[in-house]
C-alpha cells in the first residue's frame, strides 16, 4: 500500500470514529447536551484532528445524520439477507421483529434527536430532507431483497409493499413512544401486544391471498 492511500485510510477512520462518537453523544445526551470537546475525546483523537474533518459543528452534526443512514440500511439489509426461507407471510412477520429491533438502535435515536432540532434549523433540516429521501430509497432496496427468490407477481408485490409502509409507519410511532422509557427495560405489554397485533393483521391481509392461490395449485394438480 503506498504512503498516500495509507494516509487516505487512516483519514477515513478517524472520520468514521468521531461520527460514530457523535452519535453515541446524540443518543445519551440529545442534540443540546453534545459539544464537539466530548466527541473528540470519546473518538480519541486531538481536537485539531477532529477541526480537520469537521470544522464547524453543524458540519459534524450533518456528518453524522449521514452515517445514521448509513449505518440503520446496512444493519437492514444485513437482517433481512438473514431471515430464513418462508412464505411472504412468514417472512413478513419475522421482517416487524427485525424492523422492531432496528427501531431501538442508538442510531434511530440519534436520528429522532435530529429530527427534532431540525424543525427550527433550516440547514439542518434541509440536510434532513435530503438524507431522510435516501434512507426511503435504501428501504425499498432492502425490501427487494426481503421478497427474495420469492415468485411475486407485480400486483401482489405492490400490495406488500403497502403493507410493509403500513407496518413501517406504525412501529416509527411505536418507537417514539418506546423512547419514553428506560433502555434497558422490555418492552411494556402494551407496545408487545401491539407488535402481537400487527402479526395478526399480516395474516388477515395476505393469509387469504396466498390460501386461494394454494387451493388453485391443488385443484390444478388434481
Given at each position: 500500500m503506498s504512503q498516500s492511500s495509507l494516509q487516505e485510510e487512516r483519514s477515513a477512520e478517524?472520520?468514521?470514529?468521531?461520527?460514530?462518537a457523535a452519535i453515541s453523544c446524540l443518543n445519551e445526551?440529545?442534540?443540546?447536551?453534545?459539544?464537539?470537546?466530548?466527541?473528540?475525546?470519546?473518538?480519541?483523537?486531538?481536537r485539531g484532528a477532529q477541526v480537520h474533518h469537521f470544522r464547524h459543528k453543524q458540519d459534524l452534526v450533518i456528518g453524522a445524520l449521514d452515517r445514521i443512514c448509513e449505518l440503520r440500511l446496512a444493519q437492514l439489509s444485513q437482517e433481512v439477507e438473514q431471515l430464513p426461507a418462508g412464505t411472504p407471510v412468514?417472512?413478513?412477520?419475522?421482517?416487524?421483529?427485525?424492523?422492531?429491533?432496528?427501531?431501538?438502535h442508538p442510531a434511530f435515536y440519534a436520528w429522532l434527536e435530529l429530527v427534532v432540532a431540525s424543525r427550527t434549523d433550516?440547514?439542518?433540516?434541509?440536510?434532513?430532507?435530503?438524507?431522510?429521501?435516501?434512507?426511503?430509497?435504501?428501504?425499498?432496496?432492502?425490501?427487494?431483497?426481503?421478497?427474495?427468490?420469492?415468485?411475486?407477481?407485480p400486483a401482489r408485490a405492490e400490495t406488500i409493499q403497502s403493507v410493509v409502509e403500513v407496518i413501517f409507519g406504525k412501529l416509527e410511532s411505536m418507537a417514539i413512544e418506546r423512547a419514553l422509557i428506560e433502555p434497558d427495560q422490555p418492552d411494556p405489554p402494551a407496545l408487545a401486544e401491539s407488535i402481537s397485533d400487527?402479526?395478526?393483521?399480516?395474516?388477515?391481509?395476505?393469509?387469504?391471498?396466498?390460501?386461494?392461490?394454494?387451493?388453485?395449485?391443488?385443484?390444478?394438480?388434481?
Amino acid at each position: 500500500m503506498s504512503q498516500s492511500s495509507l494516509q487516505e485510510e487512516r483519514s477515513a477512520e478517524t472520520r468514521k470514529r468521531v461520527l460514530d462518537a457523535a452519535i453515541s453523544c446524540l443518543n445519551e445526551r440529545g442534540y443540546a447536551g453534545i459539544t464537539t470537546s466530548e466527541i473528540a475525546e470519546r473518538a480519541g483523537v486531538s481536537r485539531g484532528a477532529q477541526v480537520h474533518h469537521f470544522r464547524h459543528k453543524q458540519d459534524l452534526v450533518i456528518g453524522a445524520l449521514d452515517r445514521i443512514c448509513e449505518l440503520r440500511l446496512a444493519q437492514l439489509s444485513q437482517e433481512v439477507e438473514q431471515l430464513p426461507a418462508g412464505t411472504p407471510v412468514s417472512r413478513l412477520e419475522m421482517l416487524i421483529d427485525v424492523m422492531w429491533a432496528g427501531f431501538q438502535h442508538p442510531a434511530f435515536y440519534a436520528w429522532l434527536e435530529l429530527v427534532v432540532a431540525s424543525r427550527t434549523d433550516p440547514i439542518l433540516r434541509a440536510a434532513m430532507r435530503r438524507i431522510s429521501y435516501r434512507l426511503g430509497i435504501g428501504f425499498k432496496s432492502a425490501f427487494v431483497n426481503f421478497l427474495g427468490n420469492q415468485i411475486v407477481s407485480p400486483a401482489r408485490a405492490e400490495t406488500i409493499q403497502s403493507v410493509v409502509e403500513v407496518i413501517f409507519g406504525k412501529l416509527e410511532s411505536m418507537a417514539i413512544e418506546r423512547a419514553l422509557i428506560e433502555p434497558d427495560q422490555p418492552d411494556p405489554p402494551a407496545l408487545a401486544e401491539s407488535i402481537s397485533d400487527l402479526k395478526q393483521i399480516v395474516r388477515k391481509l395476505l393469509s387469504p391471498m396466498y390460501a386461494t392461490e394454494n387451493v388453485g395449485m391443488v385443484s390444478r394438480d388434481a
